[in-house]
C-alpha cells in the first residue's frame, strides 16, 4: 500500500466518513488541511447494508465514483503493476477491516453484558434515608383535598405470591394496623389466606383499568382503602386520555374514594434511588420499576416497622432443585411460573423489563437499616 494514501487520504476518509460510537459528534477535520473530494466514505452504522457488504468481501464505495487524486507532497512508491485506483481501493479495505473488527469487538462486549447486581452496585455513598424523604408534593390527591396519612407503626405488606396460598394467614394480617396490597390482586375467595383488610392498595399505571373495573372487589369490599397510583407523567396525565381523569370519573361514582398519584417529581426521585442503589441508569438499562419496588419504598415512608409476606429471596430462582412450579400470582394458578418470569425479566436485554432479582437485593440491604422482616419464605 502508498504510504501516502495511508497516512494521509485514508486516515482523513476514517475521520470524515465514520462515527465510532453511539451518540458522540462526528470529529471535524482541522482546518489546516486540504479538503478530500470525491471519495464517498461508506456508512458504518450497526446493520447498515454498506456493512455487510464490506462483510461480504466488497469494497463498499459506489462503482462509479471517481477515485481522489493522491494527497499533494505525499506521493508514494506504488507497487509493481498496481495503479492509483488499487491502492486507494486497498486503503479502504483497511479502514473497514480496522472498524468491522472495532464494530464486532463492541457487539461482543454488549451481548455479555448481563443485567447482573453484584457487578453494578458499587455505589460510593449510601442515598437519602428514605425516611427523610419529604412528603410535601411527593402524593397529590386526585380526590378532594386530603393529605395522604403520613404514619403507621406497624405494616404488613401482602405480596402476589402463590407462595401464600395454603397458609391461613388470614387472621395474622387482619390484626395487622396496616396492610398493604398491590395491584389487581383479589381478596375475596382467598381471604384465608390473605385476609381481608387493605389499609393502602399501590396501583401501576398498566393497573388502572383492571382495578376500577371490579368496584365491588377493590372500592366497595373494604372502603377505607386509601389508592395511591404510579405511573410516567406521560401516562398519567397526558391530555387526551388521562389516567387522572379516569380516575376522577370513578372518584364521581364512589364518593368515599380516597386517592392519590406519585409526583412526577418523586417519580424521579424514584429512578434516582434506583441509580443509586444498583449503579445503573433505569432508562439507560432498559428497565422498568416494578410495582414492588414503588410498595416498599412507600411502607418505608409510612411505617416504623414492615413486615413482608410471601416475597422470596434474590437466590431463590439460582437453587437447585426447586420443589414445585409456583404461579407468578395467586389468583392466577395457571399463569407464568414465578421463577421463569423473574430469570427472563433480569437478563433480557431487548425491550423494557422489570428487574425483580436486583430489586429484591435491594430490598435484603435495607432490612437491617428500615426494620423490614421477610416470611413465607422467612429471610433476611
Not at 375467595?189 to 371490579?214: P, Q
Not at 421477610?374 to 429471610?379: C, E, G, I, R, V
Amino acid at each position: 500500500m502508498g504510504r501516502g494514501a495511508q497516512g494521509c487520504c485514508g486516515r482523513a476518509s476514517l475521520l470524515s466518513g465514520t462515527s465510532l460510537g453511539r451518540g458522540h459528534p462526528q470529529p471535524e477535520a482541522p482546518p489546516s488541511r486540504p479538503a478530500l473530494t470525491g471519495l464517498r466514505a461508506p456508512a458504518l452504522g450497526p446493520g447498515g447494508p454498506e456493512l455487510r457488504r464490506g462483510l461480504g468481501g466488497q469494497s463498499g464505495a459506489d462503482p462509479g465514483s471517481r477515485l481522489p487524486a493522491p494527497c499533494d507532497g505525499v506521493r508514494g512508491p506504488r507497487g509493481a503493476g498496481r495503479s492509483p485506483a488499487e491502492e486507494q481501493r486497498s486503503a479502504v479495505f483497511v479502514i473497514l477491516f480496522a472498524l468491522i473488527t472495532i464494530l464486532i469487538l463492541y457487539s461482543s462486549n454488549s451481548a455479555n453484558e448481563v443485567f447482573h447486581y453484584g457487578s453494578l452496585r458499587g455505589r460510593t455513598r449510601r442515598p437519602v434515608n428514605l425516611k427523610k424523604w419529604s412528603f410535601s408534593s411527593a402524593y397529590f390527591p386526585i380526590l378532594g383535598n386530603k393529605t395522604l396519612p403520613s404514619r403507621c407503626n406497624q405494616c404488613v405488606i401482602i405480596t402476589s405470591s402463590s407462595h401464600l396460598l395454603g397458609t391461613k394467614l388470614g387472621p395474622e394480617i387482619e390484626r395487622a394496623e396496616c396492610t398493604i396490597r398491590m395491584n389487581d390482586a383479589p381478596t375475596s375467595g382467598y381471604s384465608a389466606d390473605v385476609g381481608n383488610k387493605t389499609t393502602f392498595r399501590v396501583v401501576a399505571h398498566s393497573s388502572v383499568f383492571r382495578v376500577l373495573r371490579k368496584p365491588q372487589e377493590f372500592v366497595n369490599r373494604t372502603p377505607e382503602t386509601v389508592f395511591i397510583f404510579w405511573g410516567p407523567p406521560n401516562k398519567m396525565q397526558k391530555p387526551q386520555g388521562s389516567l387522572l381523569r379516569v380516575i376522577q370519573r370513578a372518584g364521581l361514582m364512589f364518593p368515599n374514594m380516597e386517592a392519590y398519584a406519585v409526583s412526577p417529581a418523586r417519580m424521579q426521585q424514584f429512578d434516582d434511588l434506583f441509580r443509586g442503589e444498583t449503579g445503573k441508569d433505569r432508562e439507560k438499562s432498559h428497565s422498568w420499576l416494578s410495582t414492588g419496588w414503588f410498595t416498599m419504598v412507600i411502607a418505608v415512608e409510612l411505617c416504623d416497622h414492615v413486615h413482608v409476606y410471601g416475597m422470596v429471596p434474590p437466590d431463590y430462582c439460582s437453587q437447585r432443585p426447586r420443589l414445585q412450579r409456583m404461579p407468578y400470582h395467586y389468583y392466577e394458578p395457571k399463569g407464568p411460573d414465578e421463577c421463569v418470569t423473574y430469570i427472563q425479566n433480569e437478563h433480557s436485554r431487548k425491550g423494557n423489563h422489570h428487574r425483580f432479582i436486583t430489586e429484591k437485593k435491594v430490598f435484603s440491604s435495607w432490612a437491617q437499616l428500615y426494620g423490614i422482616t421477610f416470611s413465607h419464605p422467612s429471610w433476611t
